[in-house]
Antibody, heavy 120, light 111 residues
């Protein structure tokens, strides 16, 4: 059974750093890319970027490039999304998802989401 | 990269059909046969219900169907059920450098 288990909710202050995680299991790690999707409270889904765990090829949405960093620990099948300096506008639910390593594939499986709250 | 345009909300009675539109451009919806649809019950993980415009993953009822014409894709839910009450998002492939764009989302209410 494919599972993506995300780390728990976080409450942070503006300017702080943060790294959230998404651990995959039940599938061949090398055959899927990780993706991250944001949902601001009351708003829709926004695609943030995708990451190839085999060669670290990363594609960011222009809306997020330079503000977040995606990475993977291949030894633990875990993907990470990190911020060096949070702002209140980063308050959102963040979902990880995986898609097959074939161009234009959809996101087959999703994590349960990590709620990030940034407030002074 | 702007979100694809979906109606904000739709409603229907049990047993009826609803069709959700998803309008983009020739750079995304119109340029590729790679439109997917996700059902999202708030508080849960989204689930894939349609991919490659018309295909259903295993386990998705055939009450859900997809189509596309030009720059607009559509999701039709036939025989509406209470469990179909959710938010629905389209998503299109949009090229090598910024591969994906989501729709603005449609809230479906079963009356």
């Amino acid at each position: 059974e494919v599972q993506l288990v995300q780390s728990g909710g976080e409450v942070k202050k503006p300017g702080e750093s943060l790294k959230i995680s998404c651990k995959g299991s039940g599938y061949s790690f090398n055959n899927y890319w990780f993706g991250w999707v944001r949902q601001v409270p009351g708003k829709g889904l926004e695609w943030m970027g995708i990451f190839n765990p085999v060669n670290s090829d990363t594609r960011y949405s222009p809306s997020f490039e330079g503000h977040v960093t995606m990475s993977v620990d291949r030894s633990t099948y875990t993907a990470y999304l990190q911020w060096s300096s949070l702002t209140p506008s980063d308050t959102a639910m963040y979902f990880c998802a995986i898609r097959p390593a074939v161009t234009a594939s959809p996101f087959d499986f999703w994590g349960q989401g990590t709620l990030v709250t940034v407030s002074s | 990269q702007s979100a694809l345009t979906q109606p904000r909300s739709l409603s229907g009675s049990p047993g009826q059909s609803v069709t959700i539109s998803c309008t983009g451009s020739s750079n995304d919806v119109g340029g590729y046969n790679s439109v997917s649809w996700y059902q999202h019950h708030p508080g849960e993980a989204p689930t894939l219900i349609i991919y490659d415009v018309t295909k259903r993953p295993s386990g998705v009822p055939d009450r859900f169907s997809g189509s596309k014409s030009g720059n607009t894709a559509s999701l039709t839910i036939s025989g509406l059920q209470a469990a179909d009450e959710a938010d629905y998002y389209c998503c299109s492939y949009a090229g090598t450098y910024t591969p994906y764009v989501f729709g603005s989302g449609t809230e479906v209410t079963v009356l």
